[in-house]
C-alpha cells in the first residue's frame, strides 16, 4: 500500500494546489479536516451499532429468542481510503470520498439462521432515521468464489456539535456459517495476496457448499422448534399499576410523602 500523500488531497474547499507542495500550514489544515472527516464516520458506525444494541436487548426482553449473535465493526484506516480513491481514479478531495467511497464505515451483524437475516434487516431498515442507499444480496446471488452475505449500504445522520451530517455506513448481515467461511477465505487470500493456488480455491468453494447445506439444514430444524406462543402485549399505558405497587409496598415497605413525589 502506497503511503499517504497529503500534498496530493486538496483542502475541503476545493482549491487546487497546482501542483506545488503544500507547507507546513496548510498540511496540518489537511490533517485536521481530514481527522474530522473520518470522525464522522466512527460516530455513525457508533449510532449503528446502538441502534442494533437496543434492538438485541429489546428483543432479549420481549421474546424468548434473539437473532442477534454478535456485532462487529471497522473503519476504514485514512491510507486504505486514500488508497482506493486513487486505484478509483476519483478525484482527491472530501466532497468526492463522500460520494464515490461508501465503505468507510462498516458494521457486522452475525446471526444463527438464514431466516434471521431477513428479521435484522427489517428491524433496521423499518427506522426512520435510516435510509438505504443501495442494497446487494449476495445470498440469493452467490459470489463465484462462493461468498455469502447481505449487503446495505444505508445512510444515518450523525449530529455533530456544529452541524448534523448524514454519513454511509455499510452493514453486512450473516450466519455464523457465512461468516466462518468468509474470515477463512479472507485468511488465505491474504496469505496468498490474492494469487491462491487453484486446489485451495477449489476447497473453497466446496467449503461454500458445505457451509450452505449447513445453514438449510440448521434452519430446517430451527422451524422444527415449538418455542410456544408469544405473550400477548395489550395496550401497555393504560394499565393499572396499583396491584404492582401493592406488591412493591408490601415487600418493601416505603414512607412516600409529598415531597418524595416528582412534580
Known sequence: MKPWQPDQLTIDNGSPRNGER???????????????????????IDEVT??????????NNAHEYNPI????????SPESVLEKVRRK??????????????????????????SDIDTIRAM???????????????????????????HLIVSIPVFRSDRTERIPVEIQI???????????????YYKYRGEVP????????????????????????????DRGPQPKRGAVDSLDLSVLYNSLTAAHPVDLRPGDLPT
Open 22 to 44: 503544500v507547507g507546513i500550514d496548510d498540511l496540518r489544515v489537511l490533517r485536521e479536516q481530514f481527522v474530522d472527516f473520518m470522525l464522522g464516520y466512527k460516530f455513525a
Open 124 to 150: 433496521l431498515v423499518g427506522q426512520e432515521d435510516i435510509t438505504v442507499l443501495e442494497e446487494r444480496d449476495y445470498i440469493t446471488n452467490r459470489k463465484p468464489n462462493g461468498y455469502q452475505s447481505l
Open 69 to 76: 449473535e454478535h456485532v462487529r465493526s471497522r473503519l476504514k
Open 174 to 188: 450473516r450466519t455464523i456459517a457465512m461468516d466462518f467461511w468468509a474470515s477463512l477465505e479472507h485468511k488465505i
Open 198 to 225: 487453484p486446489n485451495l480455491r477449489s476447497d473453497l468453494a466446496q467449503a461454500a457448499e458445505v457451509a450452505t447445506q449447513l445453514d438449510e439444514k440448521m434452519e430446517a430444524l430451527h422451524r422444527q422448534v
Open 89 to 114: 481514479n476519483y478525484a482527491m478531495n472530501l466532497a468526492a470520498i463522500r460520494e464515490n467511497v461508501l465503505d468507510i464505515a462498516g458494521v457486522r451483524v452475525v446471526c444463527s439462521f438464514i
Open 50 to 59: 446502538t441502534k442494533i444494541d437496543i434492538l438485541r436487548e429489546d428483543f
